[in-house]
C-alpha cells in the first residue's frame, strides 16, 4: 500500500529510472547479426539508397513497440495470451506455430554470425562454429545465475563498442552529407535485387517476435491500475523504446554508410573489390580497417559474438512467452533455448558445409525475409487488439495512430506480396528444369501465396468477440486531488487501487528493479 502510494508520488525522472529495462532489452534485437548482414549488402551493393527503408523502419517499429508495450500494460495480458482467448483453435495454433517459426527464423543469423566470429577470432571452420553455438549460448544462459546484471552490461558495452567503431569509421571515411540524406528521404529502389534487399532489411528491423516479446515485458513492472498509472506508464515505456530505438538507428545508418562510402572508393584492392562484391559477416573487418588497423578483425569479432549472444537471450525470452501464452507451456530456459538453437543450427550447418561462408551470409538474407513475410501475422492482432475498445477501453489507439499504423503496415504487406508473385514468376520464367518440374511447382506454390493472402484478409476483417478489458478502479474526487498534488496521507487505511497489472510469472526477468 505505502509503496504504491510511494511510487505515485516519485519525480517524473525517478519514475522513468524505474521503468528502464524492456526497452533496451527489445532494442538488442535491432543490432543483431541479421541487422549487421542486411545494413553491409544494402551499403555494399546500393550505397546510400537504402536508408530510407532503415529510418521508415525504425519510425514504424517505434510505432508498432510502443503499441506492444501499451496492449500489455492496459490488458495486464501480452499479446500471445491475447491471441489465445481471441481467436478459434485452428487459428490460435497456426498463429503460435507461424511465431515459433519467426523466433527459429531469427535465430540463424544469430548462429551463423556467432560461427563468423569464432572463425574470424580462432579460424575454425564455419560448419564447426555453428555446431558449437549450441553450447556457446548454454553456457551463456548458465553464467546469469552468477551475475545476470554484469553479464548484460558487458554483452552492452561490447556492442556499443562496435558501434563506436563505425561511428569512428564514418567520421574517417566521411560519406557525402548530401547523398546520404537523399538516400534517408527519397524513396528508391533500382531493381528487383534491390526490392528483396529492401524487404530483408525491414525484416531485419521489424521482427515479429519482438511484439510478443515487448508486451510481456512490460508485465514485470509494477503499474498501479488507475487511469492515470496507466497512461504514465505508456508513456515511460514510450520515452524508453525511443531513447533505445534511436541509438539502433545511428548505429545501421552508419552501418551502412561506411559499407557503402568503402566499397564505392575508386583506390580499392583487388581483395578488397572481391570482397565488396559479395560482403558477409565473415568477410567485413576490413572496413574498420582505418580506425583500427590491423587489430581490427580481432575486435570486429568480439564484438560480432557479443552481438550474437545478446539477441539470442532475447529470442530465448519471446519463445518462452509465446509457448506459455499460446499454449500454457513455460518450458526452462536452457532446454527452450536448445530446442530452438537445434531446429535454427539444421539449415545453418548445410548451407555453411555446401556453400561456405558465402552461402551462410546469403542463408541470413533469406531469414531475414521470412521474418517480414511473418510479420503480418503478429502486425495485425496487434493493430486491431490495440486499437479495439473491448482489449484496451479508453486507451486504445487514437485515430491518427490507427491510419499511421496500417497505413505503414499494409505498405509492407502489398510489397511482401508483390515480391513474392514476381520473384517467384521471374524463376519460374528463367528456370532451367523441365517444363512438368516447373508445372508441378507451380502447383504447389500458387496456392500456398493464395492462402497467405486470404491468411492476411482474414485476421484483417475479422470481428474481435472477446472483452478483455477490466475497468480500472475510480478515486473519489478528494482522493485523487491529494495524489495529484503528493498531499495524501499515507497512513490512511484506504484500498486506493485494484491489482496493479503485474505478473508474479514474468517478475524473474533480468531486468533492473
Known amino acids: 500500500m505505502h509503496s504504491l502510494i510511494d511510487d505515485l508520488q516519485q519525480p517524473g525522472w525517478k519514475k522513468l529510472i524505474s521503468f528502464i529495462g524492456p526497452g533496451f532489452l527489445v532494442s538488442l534485437a535491432y543490432l543483431d547479426p541479421g541487422n549487421m548482414e542486411t545494413d553491409l549488402q544494402a551499403g555494399a551493393n546500393y550505397r546510400y539508397e537504402l536508408l530510407w527503408i532503415i529510418l521508415i523502419g525504425l519510425i514504424f517499429a517505434l510505432v508498432i513497440q510502443s503499441l506492444a508495450a501499451n496492449l500489455g500494460v492496459s490488458t495486464g495480458k501480452h499479446l500471445s495470451e491475447l491471441c489465445k482467448v481471441e481467436y478459434p483453435n485452428f487459428v490460435k495454433y497456426c498463429l503460435w506455430l507461424l511465431a515459433e517459426i519467426a523466433v527459429i527464423a531469427a535465430d540463424i543469423p544469430e548462429v551463423i554470425g556467432t560461427a563468423f566470429a569464432l572463425n574470424i577470432l580462432f579460424k575454425i571452420p564455419v560448419w564447426v562454429g555453428v555446431l558449437l553455438t549450441g553450447f556457446s549460448t548454454l553456457l551463456l544462459l548458465g553464467l546469469q545465475k552468477y551475475g545476470v546484471r554484469k553479464l548484460e552490461i558487458l554483452i552492452a558495452v561490447l556492442v556499443f563498442v562496435m ?33 528483396g534487399n529492401a524487404i530483408a532489411l525491414l525484416g531485419a528491423l521489424v521482427m515479429p517476435h519482438n511484439l510478443f516479446l515487448h ?42 554508410s561506411v559499407s557503402g562510402t568503402v566499397c564505392s572508393a575508386k583506390n580499392l584492392s583487388r581483395d578488397e573489390m572481391d570482397r565488396c562484391s559479395d560482403l ?34 532475447t529470442g530465448t525470452y519471446a519463445g518462452q512467452f509465446i509457448m506459455q501464452g499460446f499454449l500454457d507451456l513455460k518450458m526452462r530456459k536452457w532446454h527452450r533455448n536448445l530446442l530452438t538453437r537445434c531446429i535454427a543450427i539444421t539449415p545453418s550447418l548445410i548451407v555453411s558445409i555446401i556453400g561456405g561462408s558465402a552461402g551462410a551470409g546469403r542463408l541470413i538474407v533469406v531469414a531475414s ?22 482489449k484496451m477501453g479508453p486507451h486504445k489507439n487514437s485515430m491518427i495512430i490507427i491510419v499511421f499504423s496500417w497505413v505503414l503496415g499494409l505498405g509492407i ?26 508445372v508441378f511447382i507451380g502447383i504447389l506454390v500458387f496456392p500456398a501465396m493464395a492462402v497467405y493472402i486470404v491468411s492476411v484478409i482474414y485476421l484483417m476483417f475479422r470481428n474481435d468477440v472477446v472483452t478483455t478489458f477490466i475497468e480500472p478502479a475510480k478515486l473519489d474526487p478528494n482522493t485523487q486531488t491529494s495524489l495529484e498534488s503528493g498531499k495524501y496521507d499515507t497512513d490512511r487505511n484506504i484500498n486506493l487501487m485494484n491489482a496493479p497489472p503485474y505478473r508474479e510469472d514474468l517478475a524473474d526477468i533480468p531486468l533492473p528493479e
Not at 177 to 186: C, I, R, S, T
Not at 288 to 294: C, R
Not at 418 to 437: D, E, Q
Request: contains cysteine; glycine residues 8%; charged residues 10%.
Open 215 to 256: 508486451s510481456a515485458l512490460v508485465l514485470s513492472r509494477k503499474i498501479p491500475d488507475s487511469v492515470r498509472g496507466i497512461n504514465d506508464a505508456c508513456r515511460y515505456f514510450l520515452i524508453e523504446s525511443g531513447f533505445a530505438l534511436f541509438v539502433a538507428f545511428l548505429i545501421n545508418i552508419s552501418m551502412i
Open 369 to 390: 525475409m521470412i521474418l517480414s513475410f511473418e510479420l503480418p501475422f503478429a502486425l495485425i492482432p496487434l493493430l486491431k487488439f490495440s486499437s479495439s475498445a473491448t
Open 163 to 195: 558501434a563506436g567503431c563505425f561511428f569512428a569509421e564514418m567520421s574517417y571515411v566521411r560519406p557525402p552529407a548530401g547523398e546520404v540524406l537523399k538516400g534517408m528521404l527519397v524513396p528508391k529502389l533500382s531493381g528487383h535485387g534491390a526490392t
Open 280 to 313: 558477409n559477416l565473415n568477410s567485413a573487418s576490413f572496413l574498420l580497417k582505418n580506425v583500427l588497423g590491423k587489430s581490427s578483425s580481432t575486435l570486429y569479432g568480439i564484438a560480432l559474438l557479443a552481438s550474437g549472444q545478446s539477441s539470442t537471450i
Open 413 to 438: 504487406i502489398c510489397i511482401n506480396i508483390y515480391y513474392l508473385n514476381t520473384a517467384f514468376v521471374g524463376w519460374l520464367i528463367s528456370s532451367s528444369l523441365p517444363k512438368v518440374a516447373n
